[in-house]
Nanobody
């Protein structure tokens, strides 16, 4: 599986961005998908995850209420809408695939995921 993330950029605090991640292959709808981010000098951290159908989601406390993860299975595309952005949201954002079937489990750890995109940089200015 190859993942291509896009949509990052420079935005002022309070602004919004929508990140996209396009996956290769024909089995996109069989994967749980996630977004993570990594700020300079920090470990990669969980942002959000979504079930195969899109009917179930999970968010980190830091983005809950400001972020929305969604997917369009026919387009092999994952999205992350981020609103009311803060300077502390500045990071490289990565999309990831969990290829293992584990029922309704939505992973929140980097070790839950098997494939990663190259990342897209989001910079929020104050």
């Amino acid at each position: 599986v190859q993942l291509q993330a896009s949509g990052g950029g420079l935005v002022q605090a309070g602004g919004s961005l929508r990140l996209s991640c396009v996956a290769s292959g024909r089995t996109f709808n069989s994967y749980v998908m996630g977004w993570f981010r990594q700020a300079p000098g920090k470990e990669r951290e969980f942002v959000a995850a979504i079930s195969r159908s899109g009917g179930s989601t999970s968010y980190s406390d830091s983005v809950k209420g400001r972020g929305t993860i969604s997917r369009h299975n026919a387009r092999n595309t994952l999205y992350l809408q981020m609103n009311t952005l803060k300077p502390e949201d500045t990071a490289v954002y990565y999309c990831a695939v969990d290829r293992d079937y584990r029922g309704s489990y939505l992973g929140r750890h980097t070790y839950d995921y098997d494939y990663w995109g190259q990342g897209t940089l989001v910079t929020v200015s104050s």
